[in-house]
């Protein structure tokens, strides 16, 4: 068998890394035992390293390949070293393998790596972030700045957000911050595409504005938090372009373009009560629905109670609503070509209907000293009547210990936003130790 010479760099660069992080936790975890009274050590209270290591198992994957059973193995690495000179930095980093039962490919990831420090009023954060907007449970319309690993393996689906460089700046007055933030890195988001049919294949395609990314945020926090945001951003959610088109087939592009966000969210306790909030109206470049491979402007808002029962039981519910201008239905495109694709960019951006309704729910327990935790949360779009639904029990041996069983499932129809995704659905078990 041969292997090219950056295969081997790579696989090297892969392992050595291996190597050093299971010398450093074993030296970690053999230093506590022999000396846990001794002088500080390089590691932990200089460096301020922790982590953990992962090994799982997944009955799926995300690449409608057909395959069952997927092993995986990963280090999930932080460090917050001490502040010099009033500055602050922290990282955070990843080495998985996702299919270890079959391959022994590795990939590695700085999720995040920044600086911050602060001047009088001004609080200033330099570096690979990730940044979430929004204060309804889960799903943010405003949410417009983190990039996400959609194929990435892993028992928590805010482990596959993924940092973007970015200079964010947040000027303190009193109950409210004004933040600003320029993001000049464009990272392009890892989406399942379900199988097209025979002569049809896709690629990415890079953005060309990256560093025109900026936003603004007014945000207050009292009796009742509240936020108004402005974004200029690359859009997360593709559009296709066809970049040919003839005898061979049609080639589309995931085009990703620029949007323009308008948002705005609140929360307030009322007796026992949470009441969250938030709205959103995005701006796209297709506003009078003109362009059939482009996103319509919408408006999309989610307003949610919730309440904690002697503080084990939580509910969460939430209804939802988007509005989606001058929608058109594709089924009326003569052309098949035109309608298949039309047909795909509605399904990838949701925009299934003029007005759609949905709802998700949230219910989590906590018992044993918070050894044990439940959750299952939700997701339904009333208009096609797909689903998402996400159960998880995890139980803590020890404060380094921790086990994990779930599921992430899919129903509805093949063309609905949740339906397409049923046939990588999903049971998981994980075990992890922290260090």
């Known amino acids: 068998m041969m292997f090219s010479r950056r295969a081997i760099w790579k696989n090297s660069v892969t392992i050595v890394a291996i190597v050093l992080v299971v010398a450093l936790t074993s030296s ?68 998985q393998g996702q299919d270890l039962t079959r391959s022994s490919d590795l990939s590695w990831e700085i999720r995040e790596g920044y600086a911050e420090t602060s001047v009088r009023s001004l609080d200033i954060k330099v570096g690979r972030q990730i940044i979430v907007w929004g204060r309804a449970d889960k799903i943010n319309p405003t949410d417009v700045w983190s990039t996400r690993n959609y194929t990435l393996l892993t028992t928590d689906d805010e482990d596959q957000r993924l940092g973007v460089s970015t200079l964010q700046t947040a000027w303190n007055q009193g109950s409210f911050r004004i933040i600003g933030i320029w993001q000049p890195e464009w990272r392009t988001p890892l989406i399942p595409i379900p199988p097209l049919p025979i002569g049809v294949t896709v690629q990415n395609l890079t953005p060309t504005n990256q560093a025109s990314q900026f936003g603004l945020k007014i ?50 306790v009322l007796g026992d009560y949470g009441i969250r909030t938030e709205v959103a109206y995005t701006s796209t470049k297709n506003p009078d629905s003109t362009d059939t491979f482009v996103q319509r402007s919408n408006l999309f808002g989610v307003v949610g109670v919730e309440r904690t029962f002697d503080g084990e039981l939580n509910f969460n519910v939430q209804y939802l609503y988007k509005h989606n201008f001058n929608w058109q239905d594709p089924s009326q495109i003569s052309d098949p070509n035109v309608k298949l694709l039309a047909q795909q960019e509605n399904l990838a951006s949701n925009q299934l209907g003029s007005d759609m309704h949905g709802a998700s729910i949230r219910i989590s327990y906590k018992a ?15 208009t096609r009547g797909d689903l998402a639904l996400r159960p998880k029990v995890s139980y803590a041996f020890s404060d380094r210990i921790k086990a994990i069983v779930g599921a ?28």
Not at 58 to 82: C, H, N, R
Not at 408 to 435: H, I, K
Request: charged share 20%; hydrophobic share 40%; proline share 4%.
């Open 28 to 95: 970690l975890a053999w230093a506590d035992v022999i000396a846990p009274e001794q002088s500080p050590s390089l590691f932990k209270d200089l460096l301020g390293v922790s982590g953990t290591v992962r090994t799982a198992y997944f009955s799926k994957d995300m690449s409608y390949d057909g395959q069952s059973g997927f092993g995986v193995g990963s280090i999930w690495l932080t460090a917050k070293p001490e502040e010099v000179l009033g500055v602050k930095t922290y990282f955070d980093a990843r080495v």
């Open 219 to 268: 945000d207050h926090s009292g009796d009742v938090d509240y936020s108004l945001s402005y974004a200029h951003v690359i859009d997360r959610t593709p559009d296709l372009t066809v970049i040919s088109q003839g005898s061979q087939g049609v080639r589309a592009g995931l085009q990703f373009n620029s949007i323009d966000v308008f948002g705005a969210d609140a929360a307030i």
């Open 368 to 382: 044993f000293h918070e050894t044990l935790e439940g959750e299952i949360a939700a997701v339904s779009w009333l």
């Open 408 to 435: 992430q499932l899919y129903s509805g129809p093949s063309d609905s936003f949740f339906g397409r995704l049923n046939p990588v659905s999903t049971v998981f078990t994980e075990l992890r130790v922290s260090f």
